[in-house]
């Protein structure tokens, strides 16, 4: 429809792309019911290259083809990603793509700074409702190849890509941050009220940081963040946003009992932080409970039996589910109607 009014005239292709309308249609969009969006990857010898394809599901099942594309890198296939704001970022160990499916758009930004060690390829991407832009953070080492036990901390750099609704890319190149990080980030990167947070990991033997790394935007500077004092091991620890802070479920406690305890990050200055749900999942059972614990406004989100997508209202203390698309990875979506084509 909307496609169809930009052909219209130009005064009609210049509103459905001005920056106002573009930032109100990605508002409403996410306050919408939301969506699954799951991402199937496929490698193809023959052309040494990868498919990717990207199928949306609302909430009564119903599913959208929305992008299946081919590109010329075998890695892309094995790749990490992250989907925030109608926009999925992805990474491998030497290149980061953007990809708006809505719009069937998949780009790579420009270069990014090299890592010295191989296999190491942590990033995040975020959307800043008060700049109107999105954030893509990439992690680096800098400094002679070596081992990943041997990588020292001081090696760790930090670089922003900054993509804006007024005029699309900031710059076109990276912004290198002069803050170092205080650890190792681990995983893709999490945005709660537009500060990012990563787990982290430690390369040494025998350590096992409790630490979150947080990352500013505004003044571009790193925090360092100990975890909730009751928490006894790190082991399939998540991050999610919960009404706009930083929660942490309880997941060693909740492999014992089946109760799923929720940690709010109430002053990350003071590292304090308070259990604000405990919520009985003993009907399901902990082992049939298989991925990570994302959010969506006030809902509790977690895959049952490897088929059904579980959407808890923490309000109304109940279920619904969605039928899970096969055994691929999944994120809440939202369609964005920014183009990429600038890049």
């Avoid at 832009?133 to 400094?143: A, I």
């Avoid at 995983?187 to 500060?195: A, F, H, Q, S």
């Avoid at 706009?244 to 709010?264: E, H, K």
């Avoid at 579980?310 to 109607?337: A, E, M, Q, T």
Wanted: hydrophobic share 35%.
């Amino acid at each position: 429809m909307l496609s169809m009014l930009r052909c219209t005239s130009k005064s009609w292709n210049d509103f459905i792309t001005s920056p106002s309308f573009l930032h109100s249609y990605l508002r409403q969009s996410m306050e919408n019911a939301p969506q699954l969006l799951f991402v199937e990857p496929k490698w193809l010898p023959r052309s040494k290259g990868s498919g990717m394809r990207f199928v949306s599901v609302d909430m009564e099942g119903s599913k959208e083809e929305l992008y299946t594309v081919t590109v010329p890198d075998s890695q892309l296939a094995c790749s990490r990603w992250r989907v925030c704001a109608g926009l999925v970022c992805l990474s491998t160990d030497c290149r980061i793509y953007l990809c708006n499916p809505a719009l069937q758009q998949l780009c790579e930004l420009p270069d990014c700074s090299p890592s010295a060690t191989p296999g190491y390829y942590h990033f995040g991407i975020g959307y800043l409702h008060s700049r109107k832009e999105y954030k893509v953070v990439h992690f680096f080492y800098r400094g002679p190849q070596c081992l990943p036990g041997e990588v020292q901390l001081a090696q760790l750099k930090c670089e922003v890509f900054t993509l804006n609704m007024v005029g699309g890319i900031s710059l076109n190149r990276w912004k290198e941050i002069e803050d170092k990080p205080p650890h190792h980030p681990c995983l893709p990167g999490l945005l709660v009220n537009e500060c990012m947070y990563w787990t982290t990991i430690a390369f040494r033997p025998f350590r096992r940081p409790k630490r979150i790394v947080s990352f500013d935007f505004e003044n571009e500077k790193f925090l360092s963040i100990s975890y909730p004092s009751s928490f006894e091991g790190i082991l399939g620890l998540s991050l999610m946003d919960m009404k706009g802070m930083l929660c942490m479920p309880d997941a060693r406690r909740f492999r014992r009992s089946s109760i799923l305890d929720l940690w709010i990050l109430k002053d990350k200055i003071s590292c304090s932080w308070v259990k604000e749900y405990s919520i009985d999942l003993v009907s399901f059972g902990s082992a049939n409970i298989k991925s990570f614990f994302m959010t969506w406004n006030e809902e509790i989100i977690f895959t049952h039996l490897h088929e059904v997508v579980i959407f808890y209202d923490l309000k109304r203390k109940c279920f619904r589910g969605v039928k899970k698309l096969g055994l691929h990875p999944y994120g809440i979506y939202s369609k964005s109607l920014f183009s990429l084509r600038s890049i």
